[in-house]
């Protein structure tokens, strides 16, 4: 992906143990290459896990280093997003301890693109409805979504850091 224009996005750090959280500022702050203090609060859906989230804005491209950054702890849940920007899709990157690693590329609007070689994968791989059904779910990012859902409603009304990259 080209890294020329700016974007924006978000991270979502939805759950994190204390302990890990230190390690997720120094990811991000290496990252957008500007000191990251995020504000941590408690995350009800998992005893003893710490949640927060911030805002971004930087370079085309930012999203996916965040979301690299990140991967390395297995044990966080977490959602980069990565708006589109002139002649360039958006990003969601969503990571869940035991699916790994989610991507996909957004529209204008925020709506998963699928592409059409995607497309023609998923028809040569059967025709059964039943097939066909779990692996749209698998584009959309549909088990993803389902483990993360029950930690999301934890960020209305926390509080949210705003980072703007250096240089």
Request: charged content about 15%.
């Amino acid at each position: 992906m080209s890294t020329s224009g700016n974007t924006s996005g978000v991270v979502y750090v939805h759950s994190s143990p204390s302990a890990v959280c230190p390690h997720v500022e120094w990811a991000i702050s290496g990252t957008v290459g500007t000191r990251v203090g995020l504000q941590w609060t408690a995350q009800p859906m998992a005893a003893g896990q710490l949640r927060a989230e911030c805002n971004w804005s930087g370079a085309a491209g930012t999203g996916a280093r965040l979301a690299a950054a990140l991967r390395v702890w297995p044990m966080i849940r977490f959602e980069v997003t990565e708006e589109a920007s002139p002649g360039i899709d958006g990003e969601r990157f969503c990571h869940v301890p035991g699916l790994g690693l989610w991507r996909a590329r957004t529209s204008a609007n925020g709506d998963i693109v699928v592409t059409e070689d995607q497309l023609r994968t998923l028809l040569a791989c059967g025709v059964e409805r039943d097939t066909v059904t779990h692996r749209v779910g698998e584009l959309l990012g549909a088990a993803w979504d389902d483990a993360l859902e029950p930690f999301r409603p934890a960020g209305d009304g926390a509080p949210v850091t705003w980072l703007h990259q250096v240089g």
